[in-house]
């Protein structure tokens, strides 16, 4: 369901002290091992180069078609969310983000995808971009250490449009 990236960062002194310490662990969730879903049947491709795990989900394109992934967090901090993701509409589209039924806040009601030129099928179309609050700063989520739920809603696009984009992963971040 997910990998977890460890970085460790040893230090030695004297060549007699030793420690190392634990500095991040990043969570990726692969976007096609969802939990569940609703308003809307994703289709997983793997015919997609430069996908994470080597899978993504298309159909993900309808206004209220929301995803679910329940997600181990390894320990308590504040995280920021990154999406990888391939848009190939002309115009933004849109996505909220909810941890455990609530939107943690205001950068997560309305995230915004721009086109990233097609859906895919070229690698340079799979762009990572982390969530940003209004300062332009990545938003962060404070999260305690066990399983939570993830969840992702289908905004709809710019003016009613087509809210299409293709998922491949979502990772969460200590800074
Ligand atoms: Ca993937």
Not at 4 to 32: C, N, P, Q
Request: aromatic fraction near 8%; avoid cysteine.
């Amino acid at each position: 369901m997910l990998r977890k990236t460890t970085r460790f960062m040893a230090l030695v002194a004297a060549g007699l002290a030793f420690s190392a310490t634990a500095l991040a662990a990043d969570v990726l969730i692969e976007a096609e091992n969802f939990n569940a879903q609703g308003g809307g049947n994703v289709a997983k491709v793997t015919d997609r180069p430069a996908t994470s795990g080597g899978a993504a989900l298309m159909n993900f394109d309808n206004e209220g078609h929301w995803l679910e992934w329940k997600i181990d967090v390894p320990e308590d901090g504040n995280y920021a969310v990154t999406l990888r993701y391939a848009g190939g509409r002309k115009w933004n589209v849109f996505r909220e983000v909810q941890i455990d039924g609530k939107v943690p806040n205001s950068a997560f009601a309305k995230v915004t995808l721009p086109t990233t030129g097609g859906f895919g099928r070229a690698e340079g179309e799979w762009k990572d971009m982390v969530v940003v609050g209004s300062d332009g700063k990545a938003a962060m989520v404070a999260l305690t250490k066990g399983t939570h739920v993830l969840r992702i809603t289908n905004l709809g696009g710019e003016g009613g449009a087509s809210g299409s984009a293709n998922l491949d992963l979502i990772k969460l971040s200590t800074l």
